[in-house]
């Protein structure tokens, strides 16, 4: 098994970055899909950014241009957020795709959630 933790939110004035990351507790064979999500209060889960076999990566058109998505080689997700708005506060989770051996299927993790909160 394998568990995904989430550091680096907090509390930043509008303007203001923060850089999350999502560690996972062992490495994968494969990832196949990396991904950060968001759920604002009352409101539902949406994706903010995915990163598809380290190729094809698409943004949420409302943080286009602000936040970043990568991977570093220890099996690390980041998402690098600038330029936050007030409407960017949201708990922040993590979601991996990927195989832990060649003869297990990809399977769906999820990190616990990091809250991100933005206001003056």
């Known amino acids: 098994q394998v568990q995904l933790t989430e550091s680096g939110g907090g509390l930043v004035q509008p303007g203001g970055s923060l850089r999350l990351s999502c560690a996972a507790s062992r490495s994968f064979f494969s990832i196949v899909v990396t991904a950060w999500y968001r759920q604002a209060p009352g409101k539902q889960r949406e994706l903010v950014a995915k990163?598809?076999?380290?190729?094809?990566t698409t943004y949420a058109d409302s943080v286009k241009g602000r936040f970043t998505i990568s991977r570093d080689n220890a099996n690390t997700v980041y998402l690098q957020m600038d330029s936050l708005k007030p409407e960017d506060t949201a708990v922040y989770y993590c979601?991996?795709?990927?195989?832990?051996?060649?003869?297990?299927?990809?399977?769906?993790?999820w990190g616990q959630g990091t809250q991100v909160t933005v206001s003056s």
């Open positions: 979601n991996i795709i990927g195989q832990l051996t060649p003869t297990l299927a990809p399977r769906d993790y």
């Open positions: 990163s598809v076999s380290d190729v094809t």
